[in-house]
């Protein structure tokens, strides 16, 4: 079945440091590669995706680079800010299936200090 | 665009009582929802999918008398804790897909329920 590994946390970073959150992935076919952001009481939002081998999604800063090859999805940011502490949650969708499930990894939790 | 509520926020129930959580799609129709269940420093466990119309598909291990999942229109699907037990006491978060996304799924902020 299909699967999601990403780093466990707790991530603590100063401000305008540089954050990557590694994610592997274990699928049959040609999944969707997402990450979601979880902000303190608040529902997921989706932060950027990927649809195919190669394809980079990127959103308010942050960059992921679907790598076929090595199974992986890892999120980047050059210089975090203390408004991206949050849970970030990488995930797959299984392409084509009924309902397009969504399979998450753990969840990392960040903490971004002043 | 693409809100999806639910309520309540959160709900305090007794053991043995049934708890009904609603999850809408605020400006898009969603012709599926899903229903997760998030566990304390835990990822999103996918509970059931719902189809409007239809009946939902559980996934295994969740046992579908137990909870009970209502699409009955394009805006609005429901989830009711039957009998609840302490051991339900978790995060449920929804979330819906309209037609137009096949990729994307648009979350609820969750219903905290607390069974004791």
């Known amino acids: 079945g299909n699967s999601v590994t990403q780093m466990e946390g707790p991530v603590t970073l100063s401000e305008e440091a540089f954050l990557t959150i590694n994610c592997t992935y274990t699928a049959t076919g040609y999944p969707s590669l997402f990450w979601y952001v979880q902000y303190p009481g608040e529902g997921l939002q989706l932060l950027l995706k990927a649809t195919k081998a190669d394809d980079k999604g990127s959103n308010k800063g942050f960059e992921a680079t679907y790598r076929k090859e090595t199974t992986s999805f890892h999120l980047e940011k050059g210089s975090v800010q203390v408004s991206d502490s949050a849970v970030y949650f990488c995930?797959?969708?299984?392409?084509?299936?009924?309902?397009?499930?969504?399979?998450f990894g753990g969840g990392t939790r960040v903490l971004v200090k002043p | 665009g693409a809100v999806v509520s639910q309520h309540p926020s959160r709900v305090i129930c007794k053991s043995g009582t049934s708890v009904k959580i609603e999850c809408r799609s605020l400006?898009?129709?969603?012709?599926?929802m899903f229903w997760y269940r998030q566990f304390p420093k835990q990822s999103l466990m996918l509970m059931a999918t719902s189809n409007e119309g239809s009946k939902a598909t559980y996934e295994q291990g969740v046992e579908k008398d137990k909870f009970l999942i209502n699409h009955a229109s394009l805006t609005l699907s429901t989830l009711t804790v039957t009998s609840a037990h302490p051991e339900d006491s978790s995060f449920y978060i929804c979330?819906?897909?309209?037609?137009?996304?096949?990729?994307?799924?648009?979350f609820g902020p969750g219903t905290r329920l607390t069974v004791t």
């Open positions: 979330s819906a897909r309209a037609p137009r996304d096949f990729y994307e799924q648009y």
């Open positions: 995930a797959l969708s299984d392409v084509g299936a009924a309902g397009n499930k969504l399979t």
């Open positions: 400006d898009f129709q969603a012709t599926t």
